[in-house]
């Protein structure tokens, strides 16, 4: 007897979720997301903002975009993310819908309900579709790491650190000034 055959879904699956539902597309599957929290909030909108106005200070050509945003990261359909900050330098990658294609700088807030997520599948996905750099801040475990694939260096910070932007030469983000 043949075994029953998992659904995969696609990108209009997850058009067709009721409003308001958070949901990721990961090689078809559908992941739920919860609410996200102040302290989850406020590092999102903290660090937009620094990144946001060293662009806007330098005239740079790459722009930020906070969650919910959508990256659609293959041609495919089925892989559907909402990184929690996206900076996106090539900006034919950009349309109404959000960024098709790699983004090439994401970071992620790590969670409970995230944790595995964001440190084992996103990984995978974020360095296989040509991500640039790949940064995760753990504020339960007062921790971000980084990852530069294109210099394949990775590097464990705490909240005390002044961190340099891999993509940038002349960027870091002091994350003992954020007053997280």
């Known amino acids: ?16 979720l009721p409003e308001g539902t958070r949901a990721e597309l990961i090689d078809g599957e559908i992941f739920y997301m919860s609410p996200p929290s102040r302290t989850h909030q406020k590092i999102i909108s903290k660090l937009n903002q620094v990144i946001a106005n060293y662009i806007d200070i330098n005239h740079g050509a790459c722009e930020v ?11 495919n359909t089925n892989t559907y993310v909402e990184p929690d900050i996206s900076v996106i330098c090539d900006k034919k990658k950009l349309d ?4 098709k294609g ?24 974020y360095r296989t579709a040509g991500v640039r750099e790949y940064w995760i801040v753990d504020p339960d475990k007062n921790r971000i790491m980084i990852w530069n694939f294109e210099s394949e260096d ?27």
């Not at 975009?65 to 041609?75: H, M, R």
């Not at 109404?96 to 960024?99: I, L, V």
């Open 1 to 16: 007897m043949p075994l029953p055959q998992e659904k995969m879904y696609t990108i209009e699956d997850i058009y067709a």
């Open 65 to 75: 975009y906070p969650a919910p945003f959508a990256v659609y990261l293959d041609e």
């Open 96 to 99: 109404d819908k959000g960024c």
């Open 102 to 125: 790699a983004p090439d700088w994401i970071i992620e807030i790590a969670s409970p309900g995230s944790r595995r997520m964001d440190y084992y599948t996103k990984l995978f996905k």
């Open 154 to 180: 990775t590097g464990e910070y705490t909240f005390s650190d002044s961190i340099k932007a891999g993509i940038y030469n002349d960027f870091s983000i002091d994350f003992s000034q954020l007053n997280i």
